[in-house]
């Protein structure tokens, strides 16, 4: 299966954060449409969640100023030392704020967890997960395949349902039920300003509490300063604020290049319908990174990360198609980070430019040899699933031939991809 790319910038016109502020005021059932799937995530309809019947109904701001807070409280994890913030740091552009592959949670902080922590910037007009989508500007009749969901398998269909999956995993926050998290909540030193937001009583009906606890992490992360401020030095030039320099200009001239980067097929970098790039269209795909050996469930040979067909999302587990499939990131912040793809196998820039450039010619670089010697190719990706494997340029090369790109080329795209990092003062 080959994987088609496609771009999601505004779908219907109307951000997620004038969303949630529509449903603030109203209380009635508007929200994200419900995945045309079922998700490995809380089962609440868009409808049942917005329309909950709060003694008192927060305004945005309040929400925001609630939400600020539950996210960097650490009283709601069974450690009592794991906020959201531990590996959302604010810092590092709502990422990890260190090079490991995975982060260790749990109840004392040790059980290492499967996957690298993704960013939450940029994530505000991320549509629900389904299997089917057609881009509205091209042609609707072609199937470009899954689309949307947060997470590196797209199972939580919104920022409320994003939130409560480290609350509720055993390696992260590690709280056994949402009534567990509501228990803890009461003992937060958050909980008078939890009450003043939605009633005085907001605390005693754990499932009220349970959705107001999302509700407001949830609005908070739509918060534009916080989570897309849109500071970058490429928004300045898109802007015409300011200039890039000669190596940058290389670097987005060859990221565009559909015969050599070839990144803005899937990590889209022009603005369309009005709106500034989030540099990812939502996809799926497979691209086969190396195994990591520093993931611990990786020290069993039979276990594999399959993406949206498990071990963490269940509900399409029996469609081989979508084995080794994972969600595009966003490339905002990326040099950010200290950990790349969704198992965190490579710590530099550089090193992922060249994994897309010398995958298929030079695979002895990146993967194990066998006892005589041969590359084991694809090692992490189980062979019955290979056709999954994405062939679009860059990785249209065979062994012998030349790479896609060169180290020069290679170091004037980091130089580009470095302008995407927000902050930045023309």
């Given at each position: 299966m080959q994987r088609r790319c496609f771009f999601s910038a505004h779908r219907g016109g109307i951000g997620a954060f004038a969303l949630l502020i529509a449903c603030v005021a109203t209380m009635t059932g508007c929200g994200p449409r419900e995945s045309s799937v079922a998700a490995a995530a809380p089962a609440v309809s868009s409808a049942s969640f917005y329309a909950s019947p709060f003694e008192?109904?927060?305004?945005?701001?309040?929400?925001?100023?609630?939400?600020?807070?539950?996210?960097?409280?650490?009283?709601?994890?069974?450690?009592?030392?794991m906020a959201c913030a531990s590996c959302h740091d604010p810092a590092h552009a709502y990422g990890p704020?260190?090079?490991?592959?995975?982060?260790?949670?749990?109840?004392?902080?040790?059980?290492?967890?499967?996957?690298?922590v993704p960013s939450l910037?940029?994530?505000?007009?991320?549509?629900?997960?389904?299997?089917?989508?057609?881009?509205?500007?091209?042609?609707?009749?072609?199937d470009q395949g899954p689309t949307g969901g947060r997470?590196?398998?797209?199972?939580?269909?919104?920022?409320?349902?994003?939130?409560?999956l480290p609350l509720l995993s055993p390696f992260e926050m590690a709280n056994a039920d949402p009534a567990a998290v509501v228990a803890r909540l009461r003992l937060s030193p958050n909980a008078p300003r939890f009450n003043e937001a939605f009633g005085a009583h907001a605390l005693a009906d754990a499932d009220l509490a349970w959705k107001g606890l999302l509700w407001a992490l949830e609005v908070f992360?739509?918060?534009?300063?916080?989570?897309?401020?849109?500071?970058?030095?490429?928004?300045?030039?898109?802007?015409?604020?300011?200039?890039?320099?000669?190596?940058?200009?290389?670097?987005?001239?060859?990221?565009?290049?559909?015969?050599?980067g070839n990144c803005a097929q899937c990590h889209p970098s022009a603005i369309k319908r009005g709106v500034f790039p989030a540099f990812t269209d939502h996809g799926f795909i497979a691209i086969g990174v190396p195994r990591n050996a520093a993931i611990a469930a990786n020290a069993d040979p039979a276990f594999h990360d399959l993406g949206l067909c498990g071990p963490l999302r269940t509900d399409l587990s029996a469609r081989s198609e979508y084995c080794g499939l994972f969600k595009t990131p966003s490339l905002r912040n990326v040099a950010?980070?200290?950990?790349?793809?969704?198992?965190?196998?490579?710590?530099?820039?550089?090193?992922?430019?060249?994994?897309?450039?010398?995958?298929?010619?030079?695979?002895g670089s990146f993967y194990p040899r066998?006892?005589?010697?041969?590359?084991?190719?694809?090692?992490?990706?189980?062979?019955?699933?290979?056709?999954?494997?994405?062939?679009?340029?860059?990785?249209?090369?065979?062994?012998?031939?030349?790479?896609?790109?060169?180290?020069?080329?290679?170091?004037?795209?980091?130089a580009f991809l470095k302008t995407l990092t927000d902050g930045y003062a023309p």
């Open positions: 008192r109904r927060p305004n945005a701001a309040e929400l925001t100023a609630l939400g600020r807070a539950l996210f960097s409280d650490a009283t709601l994890s069974a450690s009592g030392k704020p260190n090079d490991l592959p995975v982060q260790r949670g749990g109840p004392e902080l040790t059980q290492p967890g499967l996957r690298a910037r940029y994530q505000q007009n991320v549509p629900p997960f389904s299997e089917h989508f057609s881009d509205t500007d091209g042609d609707d009749s072609v997470g590196w398998d797209g199972r939580a269909s919104s920022a409320h349902e994003q939130a409560a992360q739509q918060s534009p300063a916080d989570f897309y401020p849109y500071n970058s030095k490429y928004d300045a030039w898109l802007r015409r604020q300011a200039e890039l320099t000669t190596a940058e200009q290389r670097g987005l001239a060859l990221f565009n290049d559909t015969a050599k950010l980070r200290g950990a790349f793809f969704h198992n965190g196998v490579f710590h530099r820039l550089e090193d992922v430019l060249s994994f897309y450039a010398r995958r298929d010619t030079h695979p066998d006892r005589r010697g041969r590359v084991r190719a694809f090692d992490d990706l189980p062979e019955a699933y290979r056709a999954n494997l994405n062939v679009d340029a860059p990785f249209d090369r065979h062994r012998g031939q030349p790479p896609a790109l060169s180290n020069a080329e290679i170091a004037d795209m980091v």
